[in-house]
């Protein structure tokens, strides 16, 4: 039988990187004032647009200090390899985040990762303020400023095998879309709540051994 091409859908914060860079960097500027604004999104009193609008309103910092705070977190233990595997099978990889792009693109330049096809909100620093903008958010499910599970349908193409890997709450559309879906932390609660299968892992290592054992193989 002829295998499937695979293509990969990737959460970003916590996922790629070894902690949510969104958190830290709203948590640290915000100085905690966002708690309140993330319960509700969690709880879905709110829309992650809602939330993310209002956490952008709590910011009193630079694009400059945002960038510094970004650069001192860390990638996921084998996230680099896994790119260059992908990218040795021609498997593409797209990442897919309800954060904003900024931080996304200075983090994923700095580890030598900038080629990745990123989808995610938009960040506007005008006057010294940060104000989001969504542009994926008239095709998604109405709740996500970027829905994952949208992009995950929008970008695959019939007969290919899609593989979704995230850790959170904002990766909860993408569930039971994916073909395949690697969960951990707060999202196999959420797979377990939908009754979707899922694969664990702790680090792309892990997701590295189970494409060479079993989607890799000749």
């Not at 790119?83 to 990889?93: E, F, K, N, R, T």
């Not at 979704?164 to 039971?176: E, K, L």
Request: proline share 2%; with cysteine; net charge negative.
């Amino acid at each position: 039988m002829e295998k499937r091409p695979i293509r990969v859908f990737c959460d970003f914060d916590g996922t790629i990187s070894a902690q949510d860079v969104g958190a830290t960097v709203f948590n640290h500027f915000a100085t905690n004032r966002n708690r309140g604004t993330v319960l509700q999104w969690i709880d879905r009193k709110i829309d992650s647009r809602e939330c993310l609008i209002r956490e952008c309103a709590y910011i009193d910092a630079s694009r400059a200090e945002i960038e510094a705070e970004v650069a001192r977190i860390g990638l996921m233990k084998g996230f680099d390899k896994f790119v260059a595997l992908m990218d040795q099978h021609g498997i593409p990889i797209h990442v897919v985040s309800d954060g904003l792009d900024f931080y996304i693109a200075a983090f994923l330049e700095r580890h030598g990762l900038g080629h990745l096809e990123v989808y995610s909100n938009h960040a506007h620093f005008i006057n010294g303020s940060l104000y989001p903008s969504f542009p994926y958010f008239i095709a998604g499910c109405g709740l996500c400023g970027t829905c994952k599970g949208e992009r995950v349908k929008s970008l695959s193409s019939e007969g290919e095998l899609t593989v979704y890997i995230g850790d959170g709450f904002s990766d909860r559309c993408a569930v039971g879309v994916a073909d395949l879906l690697f969960a951990r932390d707060d999202l196999v609660g959420l797979a377990r709540e939908k009754g979707v299968d899922w694969i664990d892992y702790e680090d792309f290592y892990d997701v590295i051994k189970y494409f060479g054992s079993n989607l890799l193989r000749e």
